[in-house]
């Protein structure tokens, strides 16, 4: 188990917001009494950086961001389980460029919707439980990786619909996992983290040939030679609670728990010793009010900033690449106080979306 590194102590972010941007309430949408868990945009394909979605009870819906606040409803999926409860979206794509939707939730079952034909492509039955995130990788928008309550993490071939590698099993999660992430430019890494209150780092490189063999296969997806990845290259015990949200930042993770913050951590591997290591904690994002777990923060395309809700409807969006960290903005509606889920933030970081438990969407834009 990784264990804290000493020397300097992390720079802890002042709550006082240096209110560097300025935001304003541009639109509300209300879907229904579902609660929203998760909205997302699509930062895989450049023609629809506009165009975000969301899932709640059976339902994935995708909408596009015009000019003036507006939101306009573009299509919606109601799957044929109506007791299904969608926890997480992901945009992908097929190795043709098709843009597809991967959305998860509480039967276990992946669905792959075409975005373009409205239909179903695939969907992928393997995990034991619910599934808690689905993570694209933008390296290859057709291969995702879907963490479950199972305790596993899945890779999944969205093209061919091969399980390709089951990260589980001797060194494997003990809890649900909440979150999963590739690594931006190490095709090989991901990271993972759950209710065993670790954050656990993968490689894929010794299995990258099935990687690259699932991409080729012909026969059936079932009879594809599904690897175990057993052992993680890293364990980190940064949080003492809950760990819902992780995500890369470079060759740094960021990794939220129930413990009202979001840490900036380096993993110091030991190479000749996969699982041990030093973690090297940076930076504490304060995030009061978020002590109740699956609440999850999210970055714009350049991961200049992050933006987290909590549970009172409140907002906090920080700078990424300041240090100490610096509050850009403290946003509230006197009309939002509803438990923000996920939020979503635009390309270029001016435009904030938030999906909330009472089934409301709302739009913040920059003040010019």
Not at 218 to 239: C, E, G, M, N, R
Not at 245 to 251: H, P
Not at 276 to 287: N, R, S
């Amino acid at each position: 188990m990784a264990k804290s590194g000493l020397g300097c102590e992390p720079a802890v972010g002042s709550l006082t917001a240096a209110r560097k941007r300025e935001y304003k309430v541009s639109n509300r949408v209300h879907e229904g009494k579902r609660p929203l868990y998760a909205i997302a945009f699509n930062f895989i394909d450049a023609r629809y950086y506009d165009i975000f979605a969301t899932v709640g009870g059976n339902r994935v819906t995708v909408y596009r961001c015009l000019e003036g606040g507006l939101v306009a409803v573009l299509q919606a999926y109601v799957d044929e389980d109506k007791d299904e409860s969608f926890y997480t979206l992901s945009w992908a794509c097929d190795t043709d460029g098709t843009p597809f939707l991967v959305a998860g939730g509480s039967n276990g079952i992946i669905r792959v919707i075409n975005a373009g034909t409205e239909k179903i492509h695939k969907s992928f039955v393997g995990h034991g439980d619910s599934v808690n995130e689905v993570r694209t990788q933008a390296l290859k928008p057709s291969l995702v990786v879907s963490a479950s309550k199972d305790e596993s993490v899945r890779l999944w071939n969205l093209h061919t619909g091969i399980c390709i590698l089951i990260f589980a099993g001797a060194g494997g999660h003990r809890n649900e996992v909440l979150s999963v992430d590739f690594h931006p430019s190490d095709i090989y890494r991901i990271a993972s983290c759950g209710m065993d209150n670790t954050v656990k780092i993968w490689s894929m490189k010794e299995f990258w040939t099935y990687v690259e063999k699932s991409f080729t296969w012909t026969d059936l997806p079932s009879k594809f030679p599904t690897k175990y990845v057993q052992f993680p290259v890293f364990i980190a015990s940064v949080h003492s609670n809950y760990v819902d949200c992780t995500r890369w930042l470079g060759d740094f993770v960021l990794s939220k728990s129930v413990d009202n913050e979001i840490v900036l951590w380096e993993p110091k591997t030991k190479e000749q010793n996969p699982g041990e290591g030093a973690v090297d904690i940076l930076q504490k994002y304060p995030v009061p009010e978020c002590d109740i777990w699956f609440i999850k923060f999210s970055c714009d395309f350049h991961y200049n900033a992050a933006a987290i809700g909590n549970r009172e409807g409140k907002i906090f969006i920080w700078e990424l690449q300041s240090s100490p960290p610096v509050l850009i903005a403290r946003l509230s509606h006197a009309q939002c106080k509803s438990p923000i889920r996920q939020t979503a933030m635009s390309f270029d970081g001016s435009t904030i979306l938030t999906c909330c438990e009472d089934g409301s969407i709302w739009r913040w834009d920059t003040v010019s």
